[in-house]
Every structure is written in structure tokens, then in C-alpha cells.
DNA sequence: TATGAATGAGGTTTCATTCAT
DNA sequence: CATGAATGAAACCTCATTCAT
């Protein structure tokens, strides 16, 4: 077996270290993940960590950056995509919401423990370094804000930033507490899942329709 | 079973335990704060916690029951309030909704860090346990359905149980998020408080009158 | 109800102190056992230990005194009583042994946490203040030295002080191993108490009767 | 399951902190011992220990498993060695105890302070545990047995296992007794150490030789 | 690069002892 | 005398981090 040249053989080892925190944190605050764990999973001994990142802190900050790059990749992506078109096919702006409602809710579904570790990482931090984080906030409102334009007859309050802004959050805090929330507290567990996105997008709906 | 002080010193000092951690919760995981950090805060030395408490899990719990018992009181007195009345006086279903947004707010910014807590600490436990919680959110319920009885001519939307508790769920999780979050990221820093409120109350509104 | 002359009163409590200590010592050693728990098992306050003792280790020795006065006691007693003249009535040499070896038992049943306590307790101490307990071995030997006069035609051993040294020694090291010992290493257990001390007796019995 | 170390530094790490162990097991108990104490001893950090051993408990356990396991391939050295050979080609019975008192005694000189451990380690196990441990007491029966064979001429006392567990017994709680006493209280020090066995040995000598 | 043994600071908890009441 | 709240040293244990191999 030849050996990986160095560079690659690092990249995959970093990568898989990446997955392993990734993997955990689904089921475990960041804090309550030890090092030696990750590096189990990981299947490296834990020392390699410190070849890769300066420290715990440092590591998980990693992740989250690749995260962004990623996830700006995705909405660069949905921007151009057959989702869009289909959003902006649909019957109408309900029907739209709904849509969107569903897709955002998938999403978070896949995010949701990396978004509360940057809730939490964010806690440690300064002002400046936040601002990267702000960006997706924006770039989110940028790819709603063309699927209510399709619509705009329908809606009876401006099309304009704050309320693009306003359905991002929206979306954004709902979605987390339910996906972050235990079980037995879920409304998605109480009343269905698709049932809930359908209320949630009549949250919206109704927000966009009646006058300000 | 927690022993019941039965001297006024120890009461005193099991309340400024109390207040020590509830102060620091404001700021702090309940796992980031260390027995030390409490008991300094306190004033008193860290053994005496163990006096009062089983242990640290055990000292959390007694503040999150004290809690439960306050806030269920505050809810029964919220029933039979001025406040209430208030409410029901409103101009009409928007303006009530205004107030009721506002009103939750205020609460929840002073127990943001308790229910934080609840839900981290409701993670390690069992579904018995949780049933208390879950009667909270009944009890925010009823104090909201006889105000919507009050507008139900302006309602779209049925006035029955998954109405109330979707609307109890929507402040729940927006102000969490808001609360919690940190300021960096706060809806209401960046449009202002009260504008942040009304359009959640927006939401709200929105989507009571409008049809199913 | 007329209070109790304080003189009085403090002897009560000093002996109450006493006799929960003595209780715990059965089921625990003295490491094992907290001043609060004596303190609540003999009815009082913590902090009145402190009234009566120097410290712990005190209390201990106060015990471990008041046990040692008691056991001369007792011993004078015995040499004086209807016991020694039954010894020394015996049909033989063989038969007075197994009586010794069931009284010596017996008491040692009832003395065996003490004797115990003391072994621990010895081991932090001086040479000096071990004097007293060696006058105790002394004292048993008294005891059994004339009986052995009674019967020493049976004897093929000098009837001297080493002989009946080794046979306070013996009594005492099997017996303290015997009642120490967990229940599921026991001769006692395994063969029956009657047998376990008949057997002991001919060890002894041989041991006299043997020439050097 | 207790880890078992691959590497070569880690066993004599491993080595290293039960010899350091057993070293202070001679001079207190373990519960007397502390986890940083221990390190001390073994020129190691206290957080090492935990990467050997679960907790302290467990430490101990296997400093005695391999105590155990030690002790068992001695007993059958012995049973095969010329010690043996020597006992059963003594002069007669009472040269052979002497020789067997001798033995027993350099022996549990070595092991007294593992043995104290076993027995204050085993008030807090189950019976099952147990097993292995009176399996040794039937061993050195096995070991003595062949030898009283030899003598069974001089015996007066059926040669049966009654009779060689008691010799067992009587050898085990004489001398650790003797052993674990403090240097004031001992015998061997009063008389002398050989004579001490010698005596010892007569008791056992007779023991077997008077008619039950 | 990679390993995992080793370190040591820091966390929780216990408990003998003191002291205000 | 008596109480028990309060103290603080010391115990066990965890884990991020370093470093010899």
C-alpha cells in the first residue's frame, strides 16, 4: 500500500475528526463531548487534535467556519435551483409559504446541532468576529425576499427588508427550539409534523396578509 | 427527599443560595457555574451548599420547583387581574394580542434563564418528572383562551385547544430565542423592542384571522 | 419538670455520647463513623461533642478508657465469683478449658468492636500509653493462672507465666479473628459455635497437656 | 472491564503504582491511604491512576487479583517443592509443624498486609466475590493434608477435613493477629520470635495428638 | 504525522471542627 | 449547656493539554 502523501493524508484525518465532532454533537452539548471521544470516534489518537487545531475551542470554531463556507454554498445553490422555481410556481403565496416552511424546516432538521453550537460558541466571542454570522442571516433574507416578490400582490405589508427579515427569524426560532426542545415537549410530536409546518407557514401567511 | 430547614439562618442562607444561582444562570449554563462561583457569590463557603442540597443537580432542582410553584401563582393571579380585564377591554383583537405580546415578553425576559434551565435539566430525566411542565403550559393556555372568547367574532380560526396552545408555543419559542440569544443577534436590538413586539404580535394576529 | 443539676445533666449526655459510639462501633470502624451521625444516634448536637472532647480521637480514647475500667472491673469480679469456683470445680482440666473457652467467647462477643477499636486506636499512639492495656493482658492472665494451679497435675507444661500468657493470646487472637471476620469466612458459621469453641478448647488442651 | 495496557510504559506504570500500593498497605489501611499519596509513592501524577484503574476501589482489587493469582502458583510450588519434601521427611509430627508453623509464619509476614486488605475489601462485596478467596483457604488445606498423611500414625485425631481446616485457621488468625498487631502487643516480640513459632506449634502438635 | 501515557488544574463532595445564638 | 449553621481542608475524580517515543 502506497502512503497518502502527507498533505492529504492530514486533510482526510482532519476531515474525519470534523465528522466525529460533527456526529456527537447531535446528541451532546459541545462542552460535555470530551476530547479523547472525539478522537475515539474519530478513530485518532487525541493528541493528533493538537497537530490540527490550537485547541478544544479552536476545533469546534473549525467546524463551524466550514459549516458557513457550506452553507453559504447551499443558499448560493437554492438561489439558483429547481427549489426556487418550484417556490415561485407554486399556486400562491400560501402554497408557497408551505413550501418554504417545509424546505426550512428540513434544513434545520440537518443543521440544528451545529446551529446551537455556534448559539454557544457565539457566547465566548467578540463583537467583530459575529459579523460573518450575520451575513447568513442576509443571505437567507435574499433568497426569500425574491419568492415574495413573485407574490406581491398578495401581500398586504411592504416587501421589504424587515419583513424578509422578520420570516427568517421567524423560521429560525421556531424551528430550533422545536428541533432542539426534548421530545416530550414537541409540538411536531403532539400535533404531526406536517401538520405543524402547515401551522407554522399560517403563522407566516398570515403575518405577510394582513396590513401593517 | 430535600431536608426542611427549620431555622430562620438557614432559610436566609438557602435563599441567598437560591438568588446566587439564579443570578448567575442569567449568565451561565448551569454547567459552566461551579459550586465555588455559587457559594462565592453567595458569600458563603461551598461546603454549606451540601448542607442544604443533596448535591449540585439536587440544588438545581430545588430552584427550578420554587419556580414552578411561583409561576403557577403568578398565573392564577394573572387570571383574576386587572390585567386580564384589561386584556379583554382592548380595542379589539389586535390591540389585545398587543398587550398580551407585551406582557409575555416582560415575563419571560425576567424567567428566560429558569426555563433555559428547565429544558437543560429536563433532559436528564424522565417523562414522570416532566409532567409538571407540561401543566404549566396548559395553565398559559387557559389564561389565554377566555381572552380569545372575548374577540371570537374576529377569529378565522377555531377557538379550541390546538389555536391556544400553537399561540402559547409561539411566544414560548420566539422570546426564547430572542432572550437567549445573544445580543448580537437580537431582532429587538436591531428594530427596537417595542417594534420587535408588535410584530410578533403581528404574527400572531395574522394568523388568528385568517381561515384554516 | 425540675431541670437536672447541670453536673448531672452533662454526665448523662456524656454517657449518651458514649453508649452511641459504642453501638456504631459494632456495625463500623471508627473511621467510617461521623461525629454527626454520633451525635444522632445519641440525641444531641454535633457541636456538644465538642464540650465533652477535645476531638474525635479524644472521644475515642474516652471510650476505649471507660471500657478499660470497666474490664478490670470485671475481671476482679470473676476471679471473685461462682464462675471461677465452677472452673475450678470442673470434672478436669479438659472440661475447665471448654468453659473458659465458651466464657472467653462470650465476652469476647460482646467486647470484640472495642478490642477492635483499640487495636486501631493503638496504632496512632505512643509507647507510653499502650502500658495500661498490657496491664489488662496481665490481668486475664491472673485470672486464668489459678485455675491452671487447680488442675496442674494435668499439666505437662511448666504452670508459668509464658504458658499462661500463650493461652490469653490464643483465646484472644482466634476469637477477635472469629468474631471480626465476615460472616462468610467463619468457623463458627461452618461448623456450628458449640464445635468451633470445643475445638478451640482441645487446641488448648493439647497445648497444656503436651510436655515442651 | 479493567483495561489491559498494550504498551510497555503503561505496565510498568501500572507496576509501579501497586508496588507503591502495597508498600503503604504495610504501613495503614487503604482507606487511610490517599489517591495522591499513592502517586507520590509511584513518582506518577494522581490523575494517572485513573487511566489504569476505574476508581480507587478498583485499584485495590487488582493489586489483590494478582495477589491471588500469586498466591495460588505459590501454593502449588509448594505443594511440589522440597519444602515439602522436607516436612514429610521431618524427624516425627512435632518437627514437622515446627517446620510448617516456620513456613506459614515467614509467608503471611510477607502477605499480612494483603491479607488485612482482602479482609476489609470484602465487607463491601457480595458472596459471590468470595469464592476465589476460600478457594485458597481450601489449597492451603490441600497443602497441608499429604503431610499429616505422612504422620497419620502419630495422629489421635481422624485425619479429616474438620482437622485440617482447623490447623488452617488457627495458623491464619494466630498470626495475623500477631502480624497486624502493634509491635507493642506482640508475643513474638515478648519471647522471642522462634520461640513464638515453636509454641505456636505446639499448640497445633497438640491439638492433633490428643483424642478428640 | 501519529500515539497515548502523563500532567495538573479544577470540579464535586465529605466531614471534623468552630462559633454565633 | 446546647444547638446546628458555617467553615475550609482534603478527598476523589475528570479532562484539556503536552510530550517522549
Redesign the pocket.
Known amino acids: 500500500m502506497r502512503r497518502q502523501p502527507?498533505?492529504v493524508?492530514?486533510q482526510i484525518?482532519r476531515q474525519r475528526l470534523m465528522n466525529a465532532l460533527d456526529s456527537l454533537l447531535k446528541e451532546r452539548d459541545f462542552d460535555l463531548i470530551?476530547?479523547?471521544e472525539i478522537a475515539k470516534e474519530a478513530g485518532?489518537?487525541?493528541?493528533?487534535l493538537?497537530?490540527h487545531f490550537k485547541?478544544?475551542a479552536d476545533f469546534l470554531d473549525a467546524l463551524l467556519e466550514d459549516y458557513q463556507a457550506r452553507i453559504v454554498a447551499r443558499l448560493e445553490t437554492v438561489e439558483q435551483s429547481d427549489l426556487m422555481a418550484e417556490f415561485k410556481a407554486a399556486g400562491g403565496l400560501r402554497e408557497a409559504l408551505r413550501e418554504i416552511a417545509a424546505f426550512a424546516y428540513q434544513q434545520l432538521s440537518e443543521d440544528a446541532h451545529i446551529l446551537r453550537a455556534i448559539a454557544h460558541s457565539l457566547k465566548s466571542r467578540s463583537a467583530l468576529e459575529r459579523e460573518d454570522w450575520q451575513d447568513i442571516r442576509l443571505r437567507a433574507y435574499d433568497t426569500i425576499a425574491p419568492v415574495l416578490t413573485v407574490y406581491e400582490t398578495e401581500l398586504a405589508r411592504p416587501n421589504d427588508e424587515t419583513t424578509a427579515q422578520m420570516l427568517v427569524y421567524f423560521f429560525n426560532s421556531i424551528y430550533l427550539e422545536e428541533l432542539y426542545r426534548d421530545p416530550f415537549q414537541s409540538m411536531a410530536d403532539d400535533i404531526g409534523k406536517d401538520r405543524f409546518i402547515s401551522e407554522i407557514a399560517d403563522f407566516a401567511y398570515g403575518y405577510l396578509t394582513t396590513p401593517r
Open positions: 502527507k498533505q493524508r492530514a484525518t470530551s476530547v479523547v485518532v489518537s487525541s493528541g493528533l493538537y497537530s485547541n478544544k
